[in-house]
């Protein structure tokens, strides 16, 4: 079992920096891919990013490539999201999943454990 709980949203303005937290329960953590999914008022879910249990793979949606690195910190049981260029379309309760697979999903039905969520608001 692994607990989730995102910290580090907010309101910013356009052009700004946020970094995201998602401190995880549970001795296993580094066996877990980790990852962000968000999703913004009658939108659907989007996969944002992911890391694999290693760190060493990381996958990234097309609409974030090149502004958020998605990191991790076994040693401290957290992965991070850190957003720079933000854009209001990137206004968005954004969630910390968690799952212990090898291959990175981009899917929600990939990750069997989510995090309450953050609230991301850009304004313009």
């Known amino acids: 079992q692994v607990q989730l709980r995102e910290s580090g949203g907010g309101l910013v303005q356009a052009g700004g920096s946020l970094r995201l937290s998602c401190a995880a329960s549970g001795r296993t953590f580094s066996r877990y891919c980790m990852g962000w999914f968000r999703q913004a008022p009658g939108k659907e879910r989007e996969f944002v990013a992911a890391?694999?249990?290693?760190?060493?793979?990381?996958l990234y949606a097309d609409s974030v490539k090149g502004r958020f690195t998605v990191s991790r910190d076994n040693a401290k049981n957290t992965v991070y999201l850190q957003i720079h260029s933000l854009k209001p379309e990137d206004t968005a309760v954004y969630y910390c999943?968690?799952?212990?697979?090898?291959?990175?999903?981009?899917?929600?039905?990939?990750?069997?454990?989510w995090g309450q969520g953050t609230q991301v608001t850009v304004s313009s």
């Open positions: 999943v968690a799952d212990p697979r090898w291959v990175i999903s981009p899917t929600p039905a990939g990750y069997d454990y």
């Open positions: 890391i694999s249990w290693s760190g060493g793979s990381t």
